[in-house]
């Protein structure tokens, strides 16, 4: 199990660069950020390269996977996705999934699995995976059609792909649901990334009621070797939450 700094939320309006470079000098060896489409590649791909950092995550262009309509679009934009992954060296592509758009959910439920089954083809033979996001809708992200990771992982063996797995935000699953490190034990083969951050404010880990060492050893006891995203918003320096968190539990 390895850190990745999520650019976009810990330097959130600052320069990607200037977080690059705090993520290096706090001895974390991975980055990942959210839109790549308002981002200079190049210059990422040349300072990563330089620093000798990995990019473990980046965003696919947002379109609707419970909206039968816009899986073209969809598509299209994983296309797009995948080449910028292909730049940067990153193997992993989080995906939402949209709103809920009001129909039966089973409807909606068929809808995602038939997308994601398409988006599976088009990722076969790379070695890029797609991970699919449960967001909780209790304070964040009302409306969203996905909160349950018990329902991810059901499509998850639906696609029955291992180009598609989840992405299981402890902060957005802990709100959602609790009961963690079950979760996680019983999944662990379905999950292809982690995020964290404090719960509830999603600050850093150390604030809010999550037992973070004992959730990261839970998950290395299960065998995982990937990466966990840090994707809150800091109250204090990032470097300094940086810096503290490098020498524990990575």
């Not at 330097?11 to 489409?37: M, P």
């Not at 309509?69 to 995906?95: D, F, N, P, Q, T």
């Not at 990032?238 to 020498?247: D, F, P, S, V, Y």
Request: charged share 30%.
């Amino acid at each position: 199990m390895n850190y990745s700094v999520c650019i976009d939320a810990l330097y959130q309006g600052k320069n990607v660069l200037e977080g690059i470079r705090e993520t290096k000098e706090a001895g974390i060896g991975a980055i990942e950020f959210w839109s790549w489409w308002d981002k200079d590649l190049g210059r990422i791909a040349s300072e990563r390269e330089r620093l000798h950092l990995e990019v473990a995550a980046i965003c696919t262009k947002f379109a609707s996977l419970v909206d039968p309509s816009r899986h073209e679009v969809y598509l299209e934009g994983l296309k797009e996705s995948m080449e910028a992954a292909k730049r940067l060296g990153c193997r992993r592509l989080i995906s939402q999934v949209g709103a809920d758009t009001g129909r039966p959910r089973k409807e909606q439920h068929q809808a995602l699995c038939q997308g994601a089954k398409r988006a599976a083809e088009l990722l076969e033979g790379t070695d890029i995976t797609l991970l699919l996001e449960p967001l909780n809708t209790a304070v964040d992200h009302k409306g969203y059609y996905l909160s349950s990771s018990a329902e991810a992982f059901e499509i998850i063996e639906e696609v029955g792909s291992d180009r598609v797995k989840v992405l299981f935000d402890i902060y957005h699953q802990q709100i959602t649901e609790g009961d963690l490190i079950r979760n996680i034990r019983e999944n662990i083969s379905r999950i292809g990334h982690f995020h964290a951050a404090g719960c509830p404010g999603r600050h850093e880990l150390d604030t809010g009621e999550l037992n973070y060492p004992n959730i990261f050893h839970a998950i290395r006891e299960a065998g995982y070797t990937g990466y966990v995203g840090l994707e809150y918003f800091p109250e204090k320096p990032a470097l300094e939450g940086l810096r503290k968190l490098a020498g524990r539990c990575g």
